[in-house]
């Protein structure tokens, strides 16, 4: 909490605000000044309107969903939500934050799973209560029946809920240190780490967001991002009842599958605020056909914010020269950091002002010291500013060995202060252990959070140069290298437990995955390499939704290791570069020539439809083609979801039929996708000639 003197809430201009402790003080007052002010609205597929909440309904239907959940819990009780992008995973939420629970955002679980993230966090948590539809419930029960056996849980659907019994909500007493909500790190499928975040956390966050980003009533958001990440949950959802403007959304499906709608929906909607990742915005470069874009303004954007991954000139320079004669220019882009354990935001530019790149010597950053070069320079490497912090939050670049402040040229940890740092992970004691409660020798009074990126300041702005912990991020999402590795080491029995690394490289400017893993010593005469190969690309896109670029397999007892016997993966990545690892057989994604457009659109016949399938995972998941087989599952060549998306858009473009996104994430072989794919071209013949 902050003092009374420093107190962002103090003589606020905006009344709701300024007596607040909670977003359920906000969204009532609200509700009662401006009942009928419009603050969400959802389009299901990008395009159509298919629903709209103002003040009052959202203040209505969240007491409704309170009021139920009041009748089986108590204050305090942690509420897993377990939704489908829409409406009612917003509701729900702020049902949770009205009946005095603690809301633990995630997402249904998947039937290709083996080892679905939501079990593990439910077992965290301690859930006893869930709140979902009734297909995911029915979903649930054919598939995981067995899975949730296990837990003792009280299942609530959004549809038995009677919305016309909120005016029996009993109104909690909410303290605004008490918990809202648990943010789970996304991407770690070992140990999930619950984010503990305050009723004061959300609105000091959403207070920062909102000044960094020039945010008032006549704003306009348009999102696409997932709820249940930090960055679509505080960075959008939160943002439109806190101001009091409308927040626009649609599935991030739908914009993975043509990110061309988002930018016409902000064109039709007059959008003021967007964003995402960095791979959002190459997503659209590479994606988008400008001839998609006839009539669409994107000049009403006063902010295009870029966060939760390394933000990359090259992209940022890109998305505005291609979509320049759109309206979008290098005003609008706001580069920004932050993570789930500050809540989100920790530091941002100031909205409309021109963006700081730097150029700095490649060989003096390896010895961590910053020298500034220009472009002509043998061996420079560019770095984009992500602005200054905000309110009380205050960073410090220290020696991450000594915890000693880095001097004025060099590169540091980030550590972080101030009222958004998150207390810890929900049932984590020792916070040391987990980067919170440190303290520096000259500023004793303050607690820092150990972020574990690297990064200097030049003056008041953060630039981010990598990172120390192991994290990797792809396209916005975490993943940790121990669950890649306890993922591979379990697919086949020829692979050594506890002797693998896995880390990422720059390929191309795009962060990929790699892996080395030792073999085991009776294996090496007759190793099973392809086999390998096959069953880690398989598991890798299964449970992480991600392709790898690498896989090395290496002689038993040569993976690098420190004397106490821990895996050295910087050693194993820089080895993996210079070439130095003892390899017994790799595999690497090979550059392929594509010749799809060879195929013209005809009548699908199944071996003209084979013989696309076959192509397309040849040239753009890189698989020789006498290793692809009709009958063997396509996750097992490293299809993540991005790719499926892709073959998603290409193949109905291709044939004009409709193939769903499903198909192609399931556990499902070439074969088989000619089979389905003859049925639904044989139906809509029919249908065409009826």
């Known amino acids: 909490m902050m003092s009374p003197d420093t107190d962002f809430r103090t003589n606020h201009p905006d009344p709701a605000i300024a007596g607040s402790r909670s977003m359920v003080d906000v969204i009532r007052y609200r509700a009662a000044k401006e009942p009928d002010l419009v603050v969400f609205k959802f389009l299901d597929d990008g395009v159509q309107l298919s629903e709209t909440i103002t003040m009052q309904l959202l203040d209505q239907k969240a007491r409704a969903v309170a009021e139920k959940l009041q009748q089986t819990g108590q204050k305090g009780d942690r509420v897993v939500l377990l939704f489908p992008p829409g409406m009612d995973y917003i509701i729900s939420l702020f049902g949770c934050f009205y009946a005095g629970m603690v809301a633990v955002p995630a997402y249904p679980p998947r039937r290709n799973r083996s080892s679905n993230r939501v079990f593990r966090i439910i077992e965290d948590a301690g859930i006893s209560l869930c709140l979902t539809t009734a297909q995911v419930l029915k979903d649930i029960e054919r598939n995981f029946a067995a899975d949730f056996a296990n837990h003792h849980i009280w299942w609530i659907?959004?549809?038995?809920?009677?919305?016309?019994?909120?005016?029996?909500?009993?109104?909690?007493?909410?303290?605004?240190?008490?918990?809202?909500?648990?943010?789970?790190?996304?991407?770690?499928?070992?140990?999930?780490?619950?984010?503990?975040?305050?009723?004061?956390?959300?609105?000091?966050?959403?207070?920062?967001?909102g000044r960094s980003f020039g945010f008032s009533k006549a704003s306009v958001g348009m999102n696409w991002l997932p709820i249940y990440h930090d960055m679509g949950l505080i960075g959008t959802i939160m943002q439109g009842p806190y101001f009091g403007f409308l927040s626009i959304t649609m599935p991030p499906m739908v914009f993975l599958q043509d990110p061309a709608k988002w930018l016409k929906a902000i064109s039709a909607h007059k959008a003021t605020i967007a964003g995402g990742p960095n791979f959002a915005y190459d997503h659209c470069v590479n994606k988008v056909e400008l001839s998609q874009l006839d009539g669409v303004d994107l000049s009403s954007i006063e902010t295009f914010f870029c966060g939760a991954e390394p933000v990359r000139r090259q992209t940022l320079e890109a998305f505005v020269e291609k979509f320049s004669n759109h309206g979008v220019n290098i005003g609008q882009i706001y580069p920004c950091y932050g993570m789930a354990e500050t809540v989100l935001i920790?530091?941002?530019?100031?909205?409309?002002?021109?963006?700081?790149?730097?150029?700095?010597?490649?060989?003096?950053?390896?010895?961590?010291?910053?020298?500034?070069?220009?472009?002509?320079?043998?061996?420079?490497?560019?770095?984009?500013?992500?602005?200054?912090?905000?309110?009380?939050?205050?960073?410090?670049?220290?020696?991450?060995?000594?915890?000693?402040?880095?001097?004025a040229n060099e590169v540091g940890e980030i550590w972080i202060s101030g009222s958004g740092v998150?207390?810890?992970?929900?049932?984590?004691?020792?916070?040391?252990?987990?980067?919170?409660?440190?303290?520096?020798?000259?500023?004793?009074?303050?607690?820092?959070?150990?972020?574990?990126?690297?990064?200097?300041?030049?003056?008041?702005?953060?630039?981010?140069?990598?990172?120390?912990?192991?994290l990797m991020i792809f396209r916005g999402v975490n993943v940790y290298p121990t669950d890649v590795e306890f993922l591979v080491q379990r697919a086949h029995s020829s692979l050594r437990q506890n002797a693998g690394a896995a880390f990422s490289v720059m390929v191309d400017g795009e962060e990929r995955l790699v892996l080395v893993q030792e073999v085991e010593r009776n294996s090496m005469h007759n190793l099973p390499s392809e086999a390998i190969f096959s069953v880690v690309r398989q598991v890798i896109a299964q449970e992480l939704e991600l392709s790898i670029y690498a896989i090395l397999l290496l002689r038993p007892g040569s993976l690098p290791l420190t004397s106490s016997g821990k895996i050295q993966r910087r050693v194993a990545k820089y080895g993996y570069l210079t070439g130095n690892l003892q390899v017994i057989e790799s595999w690497q994604q090979a550059a392929t020539a594509d010749n799809l457009s060879a195929f013209v659109p005809h009548t699908p016949t199944p071996d003209h439809l084979r013989e696309w399938l076959t192509q397309w995972i040849h040239q753009k998941l890189h698989i020789p083609l006498n290793e692809i087989e009709a009958d063997k599952q396509i996750t097992a060549y490293g299809l993540d979801s991005l790719a499926a998306v892709s073959l998603e858009s290409e193949i109905n473009n291709h044939f004009g039929n409709y193939w769903h996104i499903s198909m192609f994430m399931m556990d499902t072989s070439i074969n088989q996708l000619v089979i389905e794919g003859m049925r639904i071209y044989t139906e809509e013949t029919k249908l065409e000639k009826n």
């Open 346 to 407: 920790v530091t941002g530019g100031i909205k409309g002002s021109a963006q700081r790149f730097v150029v700095l010597d490649q060989q003096a950053l390896n010895r961590g010291n910053v020298v500034v070069v220009n472009e002509q320079h043998a061996d420079h490497v560019h770095f984009t500013g992500c602005g200054h912090c905000w309110l009380d939050t205050r960073v410090r670049i220290v020696n991450p060995e000594t915890g000693v402040p880095s001097g």
């Open 157 to 209: 659907t959004y549809e038995e809920i009677d919305l016309a019994r909120f005016n029996l909500w009993i109104a909690p007493d909410l303290d605004e240190d008490d918990l809202a909500l648990l943010q789970y790190t996304s991407g770690s499928t070992g140990e999930p780490k619950g984010v503990m975040i305050s009723h004061f956390q959300i609105l000091y966050n959403s207070e920062t967001i």
């Open 422 to 470: 998150s207390r810890g992970y929900w049932g984590r004691a020792n916070g040391n252990e987990w980067g919170f409660g440190y303290r520096l020798a000259d500023e004793p009074e303050r607690e820092y959070f150990r972020s574990g990126d690297l990064g200097f300041m030049i003056g008041e702005e953060l630039f981010i140069t990598g990172r120390i912990k192991d």
